[in-house]
């Protein structure tokens, strides 16, 4: 009843005129049920679409996206080069070639940030989507059938929720490290140890939209019309389930960079010859070379924080686009 | 209640062997070379020692029964010691006070300004305060401790001087107050925004419209009432919080070169020191489990609507 007035009430204030909108006698019912199914997301969409932040958080979540693929856009300097880094240039200036000048040994600061991109999206990207599949299965299967199987899922997320990230991040890496990984073998590991670990909120929310959709009618009408359990999921429960669900895995994308900046700072993540902002900021940040010379620690700095910010801000504000309760 | 509290007791335990099997399984399954050349370092080992050795350490054992000896020397407080002859057990207390004196000065930072501000953006929902806050605490809670800590410390122990750059050992409070602050910033921001639904919530509800009309004075309503209905979840969200606050420390500690459990648990993976490493995340662990399993219970006592049967 309540979702029937807010959409109607949308639907006044937004006062689109067309088909839907028109209160023509012969069709009234089919009209009002695509109004409605217009509206859940429609609605979302033209809150989102007046949210500054929503837009400035999409324009750096896409500057990001192209600076991961396509670095060479941003800068000439090509830190693979055998001269990228000179000891001759140590702390120097900035100058044409490198806009942020030069780091303690030598090495451009804005290129070495550039192609840090890359690394960091792409294991925030495939740690959040190995995540995302651990929880759709996980919160689906413990809130759809419930009984034993939810007791055993449910013990399970406690214990992985028992493992705080950085701690066993920390001890995983260190193995990957003992056991002379290279850092193709480090990005697996960081997409499977923050993916394995970082799945848990996730799938509580799963779970408990879940467990409220379970219980509507059109479920048991749809049951009743014959439709089997993988049907009833796939179709008719999932969808319930996916802006929250959207919501916070956007979020933990966010939260896995920062994880890999984090780990590759305390000097188990990504090693040279690879980029990472996370072991740029370790290297700028001895407090030696911060006092000479602050900027290769600011630059790689304001990219990590930008772009973690960026997917917060896009999580948070489509939920509060999708949330009634805070309009 | 009592039933509550059984039942919750017997899942922590489930939890307690389920975490630290992960742990042991981490440390200990294979990879690692040769762990007894390790400890005798570049000095050869012989036959017999070896086996002596082996049979100290347990190492010919099965994998259960290896991990039930780590389980119960863990119960008695004995880790071994570590790579350089000290008792892990005497590093990590030796370390505790600093870390505890951080981690007190950033949960009371998180209660002092995140209830405060929450409580204020919640009671004016809407205006300036309440629209200003909501966009720092969701700035702070983007950034991460790994950019917060590096340049707090450039722009408050360096540029402007105010606080010192670095601790000495042992630390004193003024040392751990710009660190404890900025590992606190995290937390304020979730605080924050928890109390400000949880208290905009509440305002709405039937026992607050009863209250006012009853002729309650305000404050006392937003104080007694609201206020304390508000909290329950706060207190259940620094318990999980223990945790991140844990890796914040780490890195927060490293930064200000603060000798806590962080810095101790950096350094000892740096030098590949394993049984100061297993020892003090295991610790970390049990702590964070303990803190969790308390917090519940605080839920229980805070909260006399829910009924845990």
């Given amino acids: 009843m309540s979702e029937f007035e807010n959409v109607a009430a949308t639907e006044l204030h937004t006062a689109t005129p067309g088909p839907a909108g ?66 001759s240039r140590q702390n120097a200036g900035a100058s044409g070639q490198a806009i942020f000048g ?38 689906l299967t413990s809130g759809f059938f419930g009984g034993w199987i939810d007791a055993v899922v449910s013990r399970v997320t406690d214990i992985v929720l028992g493992l705080p990230l950085i701690l066993a991040g920390l001890v995983i890496m260190k193995r990957v490290d003992n056991a002379g990984g290279d850092n193709t073998a480090r990005i697996i590991a960081f997409v499977l140890i923050l993916g394995g670990l970082g799945w848990t909120t996730a ?31 796939w179709r008719h429960i999932l969808p319930n389930a996916l802006a929250p669900f959207l919501v916070v895995i956007t979020i933990a994308l966010g939260s896995f960079i ?46 990590l924080a930008l772009t973690v910010l960026a997917f917060i801000i896009l999580g948070d504000k489509i939920r509060e686009a999708f949330d009634p309760k805070l309009r | 209640m009592f039933r509550y509290i059984v039942r919750r007791l017997l899942q922590m335990i489930l939890v307690f062997i389920g975490t630290t099997f992960i742990v042991f399984t981490l440390m200990f399954a294979g990879g690692e070379g040769d762990p007894i050349q390790n400890l005798a370092g570049e000095r050869p080992v012989s036959a017999i020692q070896r086996a002596q050795l082996e049979q100290q350490f347990h190492f010919n054992d099965p994998f259960l029964t290896r991990y039930w000896h780590y389980l119960t020397d863990l119960l008695n407080l004995d880790l071994g010691t570590s790579l350089t002859g000290r008792p892990v057990w005497d590093l990590i207390t030796e370390r505790f006070p600093t870390t505890l004196m951080l981690a007190s ?38 950034i991460p401790t790994v950019v917060l800590a590096p340049i707090g410390q450039l722009l408050f122990g360096i540029k402007w001087p105010i606080f010192p750059a670095t601790a000495n050992n042992p630390a004193t409070w003024y040392e751990l107050l710009l660190p404890g602050i900025i590992l606190g910033m995290l937390s304020v921001a979730t605080a924050m925004r928890l109390t400000r639904a949880s208290v905009s919530e509440n305002l709405r509800a039937d026992f607050v419209r009863t209250a006012r009309s009853k002729g309650i004075p305000r404050r006392r309503v937003i104080g007694v009432h609201v206020l304390r209905n508000s909290l329950i979840p706060i207190v259940t969200f620094i318990g999980v919080e223990l945790g991140s606050l844990m890796g914040g420390a780490i890195i927060t500690e490293r930064i200000f070169n603060i000798t806590g459990i962080g810095n101790l648990l950096y350094k000892s993976l740096s030098l590949g020191d394993a049984p100061v490493v297993v020892g003090t995340v295991s610790v970390l662990v049990v702590v964070f489990l303990i803190a969790n399993l308390i917090v519940d219970l605080l839920y229980a006592v805070l909260d006399p609507r829910i009924r845990y049967e």
Wanted: include cysteine; glycine fraction near 10%; aromatic fraction near 8%.
């Fill in chain 1, 203 to 233: 799938a509580r929310v799963v779970r408990s939209s879940v467990i409220s959709a379970k219980q509507q009618d059109y479920v048991q009408a749809a049951r009743m019309l014959g439709a089997g359990n993988s049907r009833i999921m």
């Fill in chain 1, 102 to 139: 030069y780091d303690f040994q030598g090495c451009d600061v804005y290129t070495q940030a550039v192609y840090g991109a890359r690394n960091s999206l792409v294991i925030g990207f495939f740690a959040a989507l190995f995540a995302g599949v651990l929880a759709v299965i996980a919160g």
């Fill in chain 2, 105 to 142: 000065i950033a949960i009371l930072v998180t209660i002092v300004f995140g209830i405060t501000a929450g409580v204020i953006a919640g009671i004016r929902r809407g205006g300036i305060f309440d629209n200003i806050t909501l966009v720092v605490t969701l700035i702070i809670i983007g």
């Fill in chain 1, 258 to 303: 920062a994880a890999e900046a984090s780990l590759s700072f305390l000097g188990v993540g990504l090693k040279p010859p690879a980029q990472s902002w996370g072991q740029q900021i370790s290297q700028a940040s001895a407090i030696g070379r911060v006092r000479t010379n602050p900027i290769p620690l600011i630059v790689p700095s304001t990219f």
């Fill in chain 1, 22 to 87: 028109e209160p023509g006698a012969p069709g009234q019912p089919k009209t009002l049920e695509t109004s409605k199914a217009r509206s859940a997301t429609a609605d979302a969409w033209h809150d989102l679409s007046r949210r500054p932040l929503f837009w400035i958080a999409v324009l750096i979540g896409l500057v990001a996206l192209v600076m991961a693929c396509f670095p060479s856009l941003f800068t000439s300097s090509d830190p693979t080069a055998r001269d990228f880094c000179a000891l």
